[in-house]
């Protein structure tokens, strides 16, 4: 009996279950396939150690397997307990002609639209389609993106049929009538432009001499090609970018604009930035930048694989929730871990022993977080006669909050009794489950993702904590130097524990430790480090 398993990686489960099923059938040969030589090899030694109650199976073999080579009689005339059989489609028909049982892993897969066009998996032999596509759309009255449910156009779903038959025949089943989707489908999708957010491609439009974005053709014009929801857009977007100060009266960029247009970031995070070297973080501004372009920071900071045993993910989850120990909001979290990561250039081992012991990951952070945090600043530095980059000040964390709240104004959430409306109107916010601020009540919020949902509440994510009384302080600070004033007053009580303490206790202090301690005198208020 020859196994054949075509996975992308070595998969030790996969070749523990088969070789199970080997020892009942009482056969003690096998192939195990896959992509490239290092997982062949990978899995070849998983087998061997998984079959290590019996010095027989020990030894593995690699025979390569192409259209010309009699493999089943090499595999007849090996001594080998294991082999290891690089395979192609068409050499299966070998097996099927010398009349070898073939036992072959069937790989479902559940994809996104992705794999319409962006990815090709080789080997799909069946499609199945429903029909319908998950859609992000721009509500540009509720200033937020939502993702609809809706039925696909007719190109698409044929290029979902496609995804069969690349290298094989095979087949595409519809979840839907040949009526339905002749009646209901529409020819083709609408472009991405047609539901997004134009407030950069306007931008874009004035700096390069437009005038009249509306008239000019640069996609189908809502004036030759009536399209309510486009001309609303551009309107919209127009007027966003004059109250952004990016545009004068007139609808010509400023210098602001050119400023913010040439910071290569979106236009809401070039704003934040530009706001924070205003006013004296931009260091942890730049540091932060990099998290906010995740939708799911915590995910994208964290390792995490559903495959660990129940021990492992309890084990995992539990040195994680260390890290989120202490952190008041996602602001935090994400600023703290850059911190940790800088000092763990001097632990043992390194960085690479830091990260395995809180499972950080170790790549997103450095090849993202650090390089593009890095990008900003140099870019901020480049009029600056500073040569020499400061570190983290994290006394300065409530000066960059009230930045940020200045910043996104309109994505302010207040807490009324079970709810967060929105402080400037429109739909109330529900806290994500990855948000750290989720179950903890606080009184007032920026929500810097937000996603309208199908019951038109708004889903938020990567959360920063404001005090309710900072929002009245906030509506009076309308000009640059009320505000510096106003950053004055709040951020320049100092706090009574060191924040920095607060939020590196358990990098100073490993997971496990227990205390013995004695109140001496309590005089409040008291802030516990350690429970």
């Known amino acids: 009996i020859i196994i054949l398993t075509k996975t992308d990686t070595a998969d030790e489960k996969t070749v523990k279950d088969k070789i199970k099923e080997f020892k009942k059938l009482g056969k003690p040969v096998f192939a195990v396939s896959l992509y490239d030589d290092k997982s062949v090899k990978a899995a070849a030694e998983s087998g061997a150690k998984l079959c290590g109650d ?14 010309s080579d009699p493999f089943p009689q090499r595999v007849a005339e090996s001594t080998s307990r294991i082999i290891v059989a690089p395979y192609e489609s068409e ?29 090709t998996v080789e080997g799909i032999v069946y499609v199945v389609d429903t029909g319908a596509i998950l859609e992000e759309q721009w509500n540009g009255s509720a200033g ?8 696909h156009s007719r190109a ?9 038959g690349r290298i094989r025949s095979g087949q595409a089943y519809c979840l839907y009538t040949e009526q339905d989707f002749l009646t209901y489908f529409e020819p083709f999708s609408i472009p991405q432009v047609k539901r997004s957010c134009l407030d950069d491609v306007v931008l874009s439009a004035k700096m390069a001499g437009v005038a009249d974005v509306a008239r000019f053709d640069w996609l189908e014009s809502p004036l030759t090609n009536p399209d309510a929801a486009v001309a609303e857009e551009l309107k919209r977007a127009e007027k966003s970018l004059k109250d952004r100060g990016a545009l004068d009266n007139e609808g010509d960029p400023t210098s602001y604009g050119t400023e913010l247009r040439s910071s290569g970031q979106s236009l809401q995070l070039g704003d934040l930035i530009i706001l924070a070297d205003r006013f004296g973080c931009a260091v942890e501004m730049c540091t932060l930048a990099p998290a906010l372009n995740c939708t799911n920071v915590a995910k994208s900071l964290l390792r995490w694989d559903d495959r660990w045993d129940v021990e492992t993910r309890l084990a995992v ?23 940790a990561w800088e000092d763990a250039g001097t632990w043992e ?6 990260a395995d012991t809180f499972k950080v990951n170790l790549a997103f952070i450095e090849e993202t977080v650090h390089r593009d945090r890095e990008t900003l600043l140099d870019s901020l530095s480049v009029h600056k006669k500073e040569s020499e980059r400061r570190p983290l000040d994290f006394s300065l964390l409530d000066r960059l909050r009230l930045v940020l709240a200045r910043g996104l104004g309109h994505q302010i959430y207040v807490r009324k009794a079970n709810a967060y409306p929105c402080r400037s109107g429109g739909p ?3 806290i994500k489950t990855e948000s750290l601020l989720h179950g903890k009540n606080p009184g007032a919020f920026v929500a810097y993702h937000r996603h309208l949902k199908r019951d038109k509440s708004i889903s938020a994510s990567m959360l920063i904590r404001l005090e309710p009384d900072w929002l009245p302080k906030l509506d009076q600070a309308n000009s ?9 007053s709040i951020t320049n009580s100092p706090a009574p524990v060191s924040v920095r303490s607060r939020l590196l206790v358990e990098q100073r202090f490993p997971l496990g430790w227990r205390f013995q301690a004695t109140v001496r005198s309590i005089t409040p208020p008291v802030e516990f480090l350690l429970d």
């Not at 993106?145 to 039925?151: A, G, T, Y």
Request: with cysteine.
């Open 156 to 164: 698409g779903c044929r290029q979902r049929w496609g995804r069969a």
């Open 144 to 151: 937020v993106k939502s993702m609809d449910c809706k039925l």
């Open 317 to 339: 989850q539990r040195v994680q929730e260390s890290l989120r120990t202490g952190c008041a909001d996602d602001l935090e979290f994400c600023l703290k871990l850059y911190q």
């Open 349 to 354: 081992g390194g960085r690479e022993a830091w």
């Open 428 to 430: 109330a916010a529900v």
């Open 480 to 488: 640059d130097l009320k505000f510096a004033k106003l950053l004055d």
């Open 54 to 67: 019996n010095p027989t199976w020990k030894a593995y073999e690699i025979i390569p397997l192409t259209k």
């Open 91 to 119: 050499c299966l028909v070998q097996f099927q002609q010398e009349g070898v049982h073939l036992i072959i892993d069937r790989r479902i897969i559940v994809a996104t639209t992705v794999a319409e066009t962006s990815l």
